[in-house]
């Protein structure tokens, strides 16, 4: 990691421990806390990370906003920076300029069409944190092209709805919305499905850490039979199997990460990266969330432990961006598709 690797992860999480401390975040009576939090994130150029700089953003690498985002994920933060980060790289990557303030992100995968008065139409559902953004950046098709649109949130009908962590998921209606600026996308350029994707494999690394964190530091702390329960060999066996599990997720996650850094096309590799990753960080989610809970009992279970925080999000998180059927669907139909010669030979290029 680079020096200004290490500035990026110093700086998110020295903001995050004093603004957003999942403890107390978890016992606060409101969502006051977001604001500060948001404003403190904003004003260090963290919203802007994947940005250039000639379009009024910090210009870091794609690396370093996956490194902002696992510290997120750690926090197991509720607020929309991970879909800021994808919205700005889209619009970038148009031609356009990214506005201040939350924002989220619709996929072509949605079908969201641009009618030939330049207006919107469709209805999207699942939109993360759509009701708390103020614009959000929708990609269209359009002739056999792809098109970002930036609406704002106000020119559309939002349904205000709850992800399985209790976050914003809600319904946009985009019916008769004219975008404040349209840009086109270069065929060769990362959509926003396989961006997501990645992206919600980092969270979900830096939430598995997380998660094996407070689990060690749970079972050398709780006492049964006169002893620490991290010294019976079948917690330790069940607390090695989730370090285990956090080892593979972060090995996907940074595989993916440094992939899409390199990457000047979205081509047969990246899309194989993308894919494992989301699969392959799905399936210890999976696992993790349910050791984790193993570990706690039924504590873990109660509004007063932060340990649901973690397990919420990363049930959620499987979720976006396609789940681990979605990708290995897609993956096998891929592989089907090259015939059985292109097998070996793609995996040992990768």
Not at 78 to 105: C, D, H, K, M, N
Not at 222 to 235: D, H, L, M, S, Y
Not at 260 to 282: P, Q
Not at 289 to 298: D, F, L, T, V, Y
Request: aromatic fraction near 8%.
């Amino acid at each position: 990691m680079s020096d200004s690797d290490n500035l990026i992860v110093d700086t998110t999480t020295r903001i995050f421990q004093d603004l957003a401390d999942p403890q107390t975040v978890n016992l606060a009576a409101d969502d006051a806390w977001q604001g500060e939090l948001w404003s403190s994130l904003e004003e260090m150029g963290l919203t802007r990370t994947w940005v250039p700089d000639d379009l009024g953003g910090a210009g870091a690498t794609i690396v370093d906003a996956f490194e902002v985002l696992r510290v997120a994920g750690a926090f197991a933060v509720t607020v929309p920076l991970a879909e800021t980060l994808i919205a700005g790289f889209a619009l970038s990557r148009a031609g356009l300029e990214t506005p201040l303030g939350p924002l989220s992100v619709v996929p072509a995968e949605a079908g969201v069409q641009i009618e030939a008065n330049g207006t919107l139409t469709g209805t999207v559902h699942r939109v993360a944190f759509a009701s708390r953004a103020e614009h959000l950046a929708v990609e269209c098709e359009n002739d056999g092209s792809v098109l970002v649109a930036l609406v704002r949130r106000d020119a559309c009908e939002v349904t205000p709805g709850l992800s399985l962590a209790k976050e914003p998921a809600d319904s946009v209606c985009f019916d008769g919305a004219t975008p404040i600026a349209t840009g086109t996308l270069s065929p060769q350029a990362p959509h926003v499905y396989p961006v997501g994707a990645a992206v919600r494999a980092m969270q979900m690394a830096g939430a598995l850490q997380a998660v094996l964190d407070i689990s060690v530091n749970y079972a050398t702390e709780r006492v049964a039979f006169e002893r620490p329960i991290g010294k019976f060999q079948a917690v330790q066996h069940n607390l090695a199997r989730l370090a285990g599990e956090v080892a593979a997720a972060n090995a996907s996650a940074n595989s993916v990460a440094f992939a899409l850094e390199n990457a000047t096309t979205y081509d047969d590799g990246l899309f194989i990266e993308v894919a494992s990753s989301k699969i392959r960080v799905g399936e210890a989610a999976h696992e993790g969330a349910m050791i984790g809970h193993q570990a706690h009992g039924a504590i873990g279970f109660t509004q007063e432990h932060i340990l649901h925080r973690y397990t919420h999000r990363l049930w959620s998180w499987r979720d976006d961006f396609g789940d681990e059927n979605y990708w290995a669907t897609r993956l096998g139909s891929h592989f089907a598709a090259q015939g059985a010669e292109r097998l070996w030979p793609t995996l040992t290029s990768i």
